[in-house]
């Protein structure tokens, strides 16, 4: 079976300001343990030296690895520390660096980080890498090699990254080396299984339907629309409005989204108009408390309609005492509501009209109101809004406005790797 070579991308840099590190020898060592394994035609090394921040992105874009080995000096939260033009030390930021990795998610599986005080970028860049490893603290140039061999010649035999670290530690221990705790492992939330590259070359890949799990490899980024949205949602009153047409990631979207506010501590709660029952559609008394029911019922609290439902001051009023006085006030805390497939609203115009113009009075509200600040709203449709809406009481002139392109051809290209 011909499986394509895993690309090993070495990076050094050792300015002329900084100690002399003995990183010749360590790509040495990596490269004869990669031909002395029974595997060597499954790797490809690359190396690359005096590296400079151009030269960083370049490789990166050039080569498209699946493994980036940094060897060199890290100076903890300041960044890792590549040349300048003129071969002096230039630092390059965490966030610079976790920014950068967030574009090459999709290609690259392991980072590691052969630079003391490496930690910190090992974390920021996990927020996008399935596995990183840094340093701890100071690691001397015999540690840092030992672990490096260790590592490599375990994924040359087929272990997984998981192994490989440990395999890297075991090799500064063996050498009585009082170091074997500096490496690091950090693994990203949702990473997919951690496989051996023989184990990964036989997966079979999950059969992509309608909306895409949090952890598939079928989600593919449209930059900025996440970055946008993730940034738009811990404003108070946020208001989102996705729309593009069926089968184009709405949904999925939406899922990340509130994924995202619930990495911020925020409460979530998701609808999809599409389980509403036709008869309730037809009556807003009726939909207005199958609302409010189905919102207690996603936030996990009592539901108490018989609280709020008693008196005549109209079923909008009513819908927003409940959510005014009973769960903004028992959450405490900020809630994103999702909307999904509101479409099936737009089927009956009357009952539309009064249930958008809620939302954005709901909206208005929390610009001056504290507790309203709390709601944030994610709705999400296919179609235009044909139905006749004032423009003042309508929720699709404000706020975010989404609409999902099309995938570029770089992205395609991910999609189908």
Same mark, same amino acid.
């Given at each position: 079976?011909n499986?394509?070579?895993k690309k090993?991308?070495?990076?050094s840099?050792?300015?002329?300001?900084?100690?002399?590190?003995?990183?010749g020898e360590e790509a040495?060592?990596?490269?004869?343990?990669l031909?002395?394994?029974?595997?060597?035609e499954?790797?490809?090394?690359?190396t690359r030296w005096?590296?400079?921040?151009?030269?960083l992105?370049?490789?990166?874009?050039?080569?498209?690895?699946?493994?980036v080995?940094f060897?060199g000096?890290?100076s903890?939260?300041q960044?890792?520390a590549?040349?300048?033009d003129?071969?002096r030390?230039?630092?390059?930021?965490?966030?610079?660096?976790?920014r950068?990795?967030k574009?090459?998610?999709? &290609?690259v599986?392991?980072v590691l980080?052969?630079?003391? *005080?490496?930690?910190?970028?090992?974390?920021a860049i996990?927020?996008?890498?399935?596995y990183?490893?840094?340093?701890?603290?100071e690691i001397?140039?015999r540690?840092a090699?030992?672990?490096?061999?260790g590592? *490599?010649?375990?994924? #040359?035999a087929?272990r997984?990254?998981e192994?490989?670290y440990e /395999?890297?530690?075991?090799a500064?221990?063996?050498?009585?080396i009082?170091?074997?705790?500096?490496?690091?492992?950090k693994?990203?939330l949702?990473?997919?299984?951690?496989?051996s590259?023989k184990e990964?070359?036989t997966?079979?890949?999950?059969?992509?339907e309608?909306?895409?799990p949090l952890?598939?490899?079928?989600?593919?980024?449209?930059?900025?629309?996440?970055?946008?949205c993730y940034e738009?949602?811990?404003?108070?009153?946020?208001?989102?409005?996705?729309?593009?047409p069926?089968?184009?990631?709405?949904?999925?979207l939406?899922?990340r989204?509130?994924d995202?506010?619930?990495?911020?501590?925020?409460?979530s709660?998701?609808?999809n108009?599409q389980s509403?029952d036709?008869?309730l559609l037809?009556?807003?008394d009726s939909?207005?408390?199958? /609302?409010?029911?189905?919102?207690s019922?996603e936030?996990n609290i009592?539901?108490k309609?018989?609280d709020?439902w008693? #008196?005549?001051?109209?079923s909008?009023?009513?819908? &927003?005492n409940?959510?005014?006085?009973?769960?903004?006030p028992?959450?405490?805390?900020?809630i994103?509501?999702?909307?999904?497939?509101v479409?099936?609203?737009?089927k009956?115009?009357i009952?539309?009209?009064?249930?958008f113009?809620?939302l954005?009075?709901?909206?208005?509200r929390?610009?001056n109101?504290?507790?309203?600040k709390?709601?944030?709203l994610?709705i999400?449709?296919s179609l235009?809004?044909?139905?006749?809406?004032?423009?003042?009481?309508s929720p699709?002139n404000?706020?975010l406005?989404?609409?999902?392109?099309?995938?570029?051809?770089v992205?395609?290209?991910?999609?189908?790797?």
């Amino acid at each position: 079976m011909n499986i394509t070579a895993k690309k090993i991308l070495i990076l050094s840099a050792n300015p002329t300001d900084t100690n002399q590190l003995r990183l010749g020898e360590e790509a040495r060592e990596i490269q004869a343990g990669l031909e002395r394994s029974r595997s060597r035609e499954q790797f490809e090394m690359i190396t690359r030296w005096a590296v400079r921040p151009d030269d960083l992105r370049r490789a990166l874009l050039d080569h498209k690895p699946q493994i980036v080995h940094f060897c060199g000096h890290g100076s903890g939260n300041q960044g890792l520390a590549l040349e300048d033009d003129t071969g002096r030390r230039q630092l390059v930021s965490t966030e610079s660096l976790a920014r950068l990795f967030k574009l090459f998610k999709n &290609t690259v599986e392991c980072v590691l980080l052969n630079a003391c *005080y490496s930690e910190e970028q090992g974390s920021a860049i996990c927020q996008h890498i399935n596995y990183v490893i840094g340093m701890n603290r100071e690691i001397g140039d015999r540690a840092a090699i030992k672990f490096a061999v260790g590592f *490599y010649d375990a994924i #040359s035999a087929d272990r997984s990254y998981e192994e490989a670290y440990e /395999f890297g530690c075991s090799a500064i221990d063996l050498e009585g080396i009082p170091e074997s705790s500096t490496p690091v492992l950090k693994k990203r939330l949702n990473a997919l299984p951690d496989l051996s590259f023989k184990e990964a070359a036989t997966v079979v890949p999950e059969n992509p339907e309608g909306q895409v799990p949090l952890d598939s490899d079928f989600y593919i980024e449209r930059p900025p629309i996440e970055a946008d949205c993730y940034e738009m949602i811990k404003k108070p009153g946020a208001l989102i409005r996705i729309k593009a047409p069926r089968q184009m990631g709405k949904t999925s979207l939406m899922t990340r989204i509130l994924d995202n506010a619930k990495q911020q501590s925020y409460q979530s709660a998701l609808l999809n108009f599409q389980s509403v029952d036709a008869e309730l559609l037809s009556n807003l008394d009726s939909f207005l408390q199958w /609302f409010c029911a189905s919102v207690s019922d996603e936030l996990n609290i009592p539901e108490k309609l018989g609280d709020y439902w008693k #008196s005549v001051i109209g079923s909008k009023n009513k819908c &927003t005492n409940y959510f005014g006085r009973y769960l903004l006030p028992e959450i405490n805390n900020s809630i994103v509501l999702g909307l999904d497939e509101v479409d099936e609203v737009f089927k009956h115009p009357i009952i539309a009209a009064d249930f958008f113009g809620l939302l954005r009075a709901w909206h208005e509200r929390s610009k001056n109101e504290s507790a309203w600040k709390n709601l944030r709203l994610v709705i999400v449709h296919s179609l235009e809004v044909y139905i006749p809406l004032n423009i003042n009481q309508s929720p699709f002139n404000v706020g975010l406005a989404i609409e999902l392109p099309n995938l570029n051809s770089v992205q395609v290209q991910d999609l189908a790797k």
